[in-house]
């Protein structure tokens, strides 16, 4: 499940096994695992791994695969070498 940090906007992405369990009762539970771990179910204010903070948001299962330009690249883009010029006319004094 795709995450996105409201804070750093970092994105990232968790996946869980999902198992609909029934008990002797009929009684229907769904049950989240993580690592072979029940854990709670995900849901927005997930904690981001980066900045720690703990207002994110969820998107659609599929949705970063739909959207490959959110996910962030591996490396860190070589900087731009060109000069920064000002938009404002130098004064004529």
Excluded: K, Q
């Excluded at 009684?27 to 994110?56: D, K, Q, Y």
């Amino acid at each position: 499940m795709p995450f996105e940090c409201r804070s750093c906007w970092h994105v990232w992405e968790e996946e869980y096994l999902v198992r609909h369990v029934e008990d002797d009762h009929g009684n229907e539970a769904t049950l989240w695992l993580r690592n072979r771990i029940a854990v709670p179910p995900p849901s927005p204010g997930a904690r981001c791994p980066r900045c720690g903070c703990e207002h994110a948001t969820t998107f659609p299962e599929g949705y970063l695969l739909r959207h490959p330009e959110l996910v962030p690249p591996d490396t860190a883009a070589a900087p731009d070498e060109t000069p920064l010029m000002s938009p404002v006319p130098r004064p004529l004094y």
